[in-house]
């Protein structure tokens, strides 16, 4: 295999000569590429990352190609090959032009409200799915979820996921999972008990970031997305009385009592499609145990009312919009910093959530390369 990967260069997996052709993004574990199947001329994504010396391979690896290839679905991305050599695993994936991450940010891109529901049906039957096989995703963000020219939704990044047993009584799980703007408050709040809950609360932070065309809990700090998730959804008393059971619920806890004020935050819907605020309600429950399911979410009336779901129903551009877009597009002041709400979550911010001392802003750290010893540690959890 080739040493460099850049574009330009070539490298032979199983025999088939791939040319690498343009970056796709520079994940916390290595690049993602567009590349050409020589053989067969098809554009398929090859994502290089690093093996770690120790374990031989990067955990994040494993997980991600034991899952994809244990899943098939057509809202899911198809793993295709895995190449390996001395010092890197290769996972080839289909290739999609797009992600949300690009699409919610390019203004030029006008969405339309039925091909928003066939969107958002496609990413419920993906999570429906995972979560009938017993699988968490725990890292579902607008960058990974990448949609086709056509409108088909495929869920990626798997490197975060775990499989989870139903049956086990007392399971203790990381709560440093999810990517912190669509992170539920029961992780926010240390619980290492969540269920399937925690990958609908943010997808219910995604159909509000598409309804509003901005994410609705940005902050690189903990204590300040619980705060705005309570400005939206209220405080827990009577909505959620296991609250005060979790590990930082006494230093976390609000002080000031809040009722939920989806109606007015989302009052351009409430008139005309009262049902995608009550979908919006369900997947943002404070307490997981009330949460709508992927299931019964695939059931509510909002998909089942006028317009029906329909993910053709708008135009995308032909040149891919992705998260390397939206950020080289911030850089080059094409796209306004604030619309983005200043930087896109991180990966690295995941570890600020070592709360919890009300007022104590969390530590900035550097970013974590994948040598990180935290980083190495946490993926194995
Ligand atoms: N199959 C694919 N087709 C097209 N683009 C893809 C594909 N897989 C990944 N990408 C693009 O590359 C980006 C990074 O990929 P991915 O999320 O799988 O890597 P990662 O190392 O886990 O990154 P991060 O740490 O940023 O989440 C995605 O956000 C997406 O824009
Ligand atoms: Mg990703």
């Known amino acids: 295999m080739s040493d460099s990967f850049e574009k330009g260069r070539s490298l032979t997996i199983h025999d088939v000569e791939y040319v690498i052709q343009e970056p796709l993004g520079f994940g916390s574990y290595g690049a993602v590429f567009k590349c050409l199947n020589t053989v067969t001329k098809e554009q398929v994504v090859i994502k290089r990352c690093r093996l770690c010396r120790e374990s031989g391979i990067q955990i994040s690896e494993i997980r991600e190609i034991t899952q994809l290839k244990a899943l098939k679905h057509p809202n899911i991305v198809k793993l295709l090959d895995v190449g390996i050599d001395d010092t890197h695993v290769y996972p080839i994936l289909e290739w999609v032009m797009h992600d949300l991450a690009g699409i919610i940010y390019d203004r030029q891109i006008a969405l339309n409200h039925a091909q928003l529901k066939g969107w958002m049906y496609q990413i419920l039957s993906a999570v429906e799915y995972i979560h009938k096989n017993n699988i968490l995703h725990r890292d579902i963000k607008p960058s990974n979820i990448l949609v086709n020219q056509d409108g088909t939704i495929k869920l990626a990044d798997f490197g975060l996921s775990r499989r989870v047993n139903p049956d086990e009584v007392n399971p203790r799980y990381t709560n440093k999972v999810v990517t912190i703007w669509y992170r539920a408050p029961e992780l926010l709040l240390g619980d290492v008990q969540y269920t399937s809950a925690i990958d609908i609360w943010a997808v219910g932070c995604i159909l509000g970031e598409l309804l509003n065309q901005k994410p609705l809990f940005p ?132 570890l600020c959530n070592d709360i919890p001392k009300r007022n104590k802003v969390c530590k900035k750290r550097k970013p974590d390369s994948p040598n990180d010893k935290r980083q190495q540690k946490r993926r194995r959890e």
């Open 219 to 350: 902050s690189e700090n903990p204590i300040e997305v619980l705060s705005m998730i309570f400005q939206l959804c209220g405080t827990p008393e009577s909505r959620w009385k296991d609250a005060c059971k979790l590990p930082y619920w006494k230093v976390l806890k609000p002080k000031k009592l809040r009722i939920p004020h989806f109606k007015e935050q989302f009052s351009r819907f409430v008139e005309h499609v009262p049902e995608v605020v009550d979908l919006l309600q369900r997947m943002l429950e404070l307490d997981p145990k009330k949460r709508i399911t992927a299931t019964e979410a695939l059931k509510h009336p909002w998909f089942h009312s006028e317009p029906k779901p329909d993910p053709t129903a708008g135009r995308l551009p032909y040149e891919t919009r992705n998260e390397l877009w939206l950020k080289n597009s911030v850089k080059q002041k094409e796209i306004p910093k604030k619309t983005v709400y200043n930087r896109l979550p991180s990966r690295s911010k995941k």
